[in-house]
């Protein structure tokens, strides 16, 4: 009688037959609940359970959409059957859930206009959605359960049983798909995934993630691969070839081929001195790679192991690169004298160079030389530019060319009394 007498007073205070909005309806029953007694707070409490179950419902079934997405996505039948049910429970699902919510709502109404009887239609559809709400956690566990027992068939099915270990290692095989994926959204082949991963599990996948990062492919993949199974520190080493061969990328290939023939010391001499030292261990070999080993810079390689001797039988001087502070090297390719026609010039000064200047970038006297080098940063050499003159490191005589690198500046005695003669003597 007393909750009756509630009823009507706030009916009265709203002003209203009796309320018709979700806010009305909430604050009668809030009051109703506040101030009829026990009876009441049951029905506010049992609708309020009600709401939060049907929201956790609604986040379930919505998971379980997206499990039923990746069942599907999978490609396998039983997947994709599998993937069919569990989208259609979880769309029912939350078709009821959302028709108890509204279901509740009208009872709310009902019970705020004074039905008795609404309460407890109230508190039986809060245990209704309860075991909904309940259920759809177990479908969504199951369907979880069967996208990982699917995807896991899959992947071994594919990759074999190394997949059990990558489990072990990433943890899950959501992890492990994901992996998977990253790796042939690079490029990657299943057949070389499955490489690395038999090779060295997931240490071995992710080496070979670095190496399609570096922008190289299955080529260069399937040579490291090989390189890291005959050398001890070979998957430790794969971050040092990537950085070998990014440095002379154009000649990456013949860089590999000489990391497979020498191993380790061809990486860090490559890596150290980059051209230079590849063009030691191409020309010299063993002999190279292991004086890299034993501390020797590309200079001293070069003059240590070459045969090369001018007619007189002198070897190639040794005279630092002040550019490099080693030892100039015996340049490549050097065959017998063109004629004087055929060769680039050289000129007293800058004036008289513009009237042969073919390229811009052609530096044909001292001073075209000296412009370049402050260009590039380098600094005045030691007692200044008096001191100096510049050498072709392949003469103009053998068809050296005007480029920048083919030049180094050595003192006048140095040029004149030692190398000059020297090339003098060459090829005679």
């Known amino acids: 009688m007393n909750e009756v007498h509630n009823i009507k007073m706030l009916r009265r205070i709203c002003g209203k037959e009796g309320p018709t909005k979700w806010e009305d309806t909430l604050s009668l029953s809030l009051y109703c609940g506040l101030s009829g007694g026990s009876s009441s707070e049951k029905v506010v409490a049992a609708a309020m359970v009600t709401y939060g179950l049907s929201i956790w419902d609604m986040i379930e079934a919505m998971t379980m959409i997206v499990t039923a997405a990746n069942l599907l996505a999978t490609g396998t039948v039983l997947s994709g059957v599998a993937g069919g049910v569990f989208a259609a429970l979880a769309i029912a699902s939350i078709i009821l859930t959302f028709k108890a919510m509204l279901f509740t709502y009208e009872l709310l109404l009902a019970y705020a206009h004074g039905d008795d009887k609404a309460a407890d239609k109230i508190i039986k559809e809060m245990w209704i959605n309860l075991a909904l709400a309940i259920g759809t956690e177990i479908l969504g566990a199951i369907a979880k359960k069967a996208f990982k027992a699917i995807s896991k068939s899959k992947l071994i099915n594919k990759y074999g049983n190394v997949i059990e270990n990558l489990i072990d ?141 001018n007619s007189k039988g002198v070897a190639y001087p040794e005279v630092k690169d002040i550019r490099t502070g080693q030892n100039m090297v015996f340049p490549e390719g050097v065959g017998s004298r063109v004629p004087k026609d055929s060769r680039v010039g050289w000129y007293r000064n800058q004036s008289e160079a513009n009237l042969y200047r073919v390229n811009d970038t052609d530096i044909l006297c001292k001073k075209d030389y000296i412009d370049e080098w402050y260009r590039r940063g380098y600094q005045t050499p030691e007692g200044g530019w008096e001191l100096y003159e510049i050498h072709h490191i392949k003469p103009r005589e053998f068809g050296g060319s005007a480029e920048f690198e083919n030049m180094v500046p050595l003192l006048k005695d140095v040029h004149r009394k030692v190398v000059t003669p020297w090339w003098n003597g060459y090829g005679q």
């Open 169 to 309: 290692k990433c943890g899950d095989i959501e992890s492990v798909n994901k992996y998977i994926k990253n790796l042939k959204d690079l490029g990657a082949s299943d057949d070389i995934i499955k490489d690395f991963a038999y090779a060295n599990k997931k240490a071995g996948l992710e080496a070979l993630e670095k190496i399609y990062k570096s922008g190289f492919g299955k080529d260069t993949a399937e040579s490291l691969l090989k390189y890291a199974k005959n050398s001890k520190s070979g998957w430790n080493k794969i971050p040092d070839i990537l950085d070998a061969l990014k440095a002379n990328s154009s000649r990456a290939d013949d860089v590999m081929d000489l990391v497979l023939k020498h191993g380790d010391d061809a990486v860090n001499a490559i890596r150290k001195y980059g051209d230079t030292a590849y063009n030691a261990i191409d020309k010299y070999g063993d002999d190279a790679a292991e004086g890299f080993k034993n501390g020797k810079t590309p200079g001293e390689i070069k003059s240590g192991t070459s045969s090369v001797v």
